[in-house]
Antibody, heavy 117, light 107 residues
Framework: EIQLQESGPGLVKPSQSLSLTCSVT?????????WSWIRKFPGNKMEWMGY???????NYNPSLKIRISITTDTSKNQFFLQLHSVTTEDTATYYC??????????WGLGVMVTVSS | ETTVTQSPASLSMAVGEKVSISCKTS??????MNWYQQKSGEAPKVLIS???TLRPGVPSRFSSSGYGTDFVFTINNVLLGDEGIYYCQQSDNVPFTFGSGTKLEIK
């Protein structure tokens, strides 16, 4: 069974960087598909942030392009999110997800991140 | 970027009723629309993917229709366990974009 699990600090100070890890089990991330980060803001708005493909290429939401980085550690079957220069507007629940041929077909449970001093 | 406009924002239905949720896109996306259900404390779950395709294991009470810019998601004979937030999401072009969500309450 494919499972994804997010981990990382729940509290980040404004202007600092947010760093999250997605650990994948049941499927090797280099075998196929794209691996995304998606966030859900208070009030339920969802935003796709970007993905890294199984070959390591990335595609980011233009709204985040100068602040975001998605990378992998294939030896650990993990992928990572870095979001720089965070503000309170980045407070959200962050999800990692696999994009299948059409939809986001596997998701983690999410990790809530608050940006506050 | 394709904007997805979802309505209504919330619904309160009785068991057995029919639910309809609309999503309209700002660009023509063919039938590249997906529908998700998120229950409280759980990850989103895809119910219907591109081409109005019901995912394996999803009850046939759930269905969708639409092509181009207008899409409708339907739940026939809604059950108590269908409570949650429903989202549409276009997968035609990057950045992938979501509707604003419809919160479904079962009376």
């Amino acid at each position: 069974e494919i499972q994804l699990q997010e981990s990382g600090p729940g509290l980040v100070k404004p202007s600092q960087s947010l760093s999250l890890t997605c650990s994948v089990t049941g499927y090797t991330i280099t075998s196929g598909y794209d691996w995304s980060w998606i966030r859900k803001f208070p009030g339920n708005k969802m935003e796709w942030m970007g993905y890294i493909s199984n070959s390591g290429s990335t595609n980011y939401n233009p709204s985040l392009k100068i602040r975001i980085s998605i990378t992998t550690d294939t030896s650990k079957n993990q992928f990572f999110l870095q979001l720089h220069s965070v503000t309170t507007e980045d407070t959200a629940t962050y999800y990692c997800a696999r994009r299948g041929y059409t939809s986001f077909d596997y998701w983690g449970l999410g990790v809530m991140v608050t940006v506050s001093s | 970027e394709t904007t997805v406009t979802q309505s209504p924002a919330s619904l309160s239905m009785a068991v057995g009723e029919k639910v309809s949720i609309s999503c309209k896109t700002s660009t023509d996306i063919d039938d590249d629309m997906n529908w998700y259900q998120q229950k409280s404390g759980e990850a989103p779950k895809v119910l219907i993917s591109e081409g109005n395709t019901l995912r394996p294991g999803v009850p046939s009470r759930f269905s969708s229709s639409g092509y181009g810019t207008d899409f409708v998601f339907t739940i026939n004979n809604v059950l108590l366990g269908d409570e949650g937030i429903y989202y549409c999401q276009q997968s035609d072009n990057v950045p992938f974009t979501f509707g604003s969500g419809t919160k479904l309450e079962i009376k």
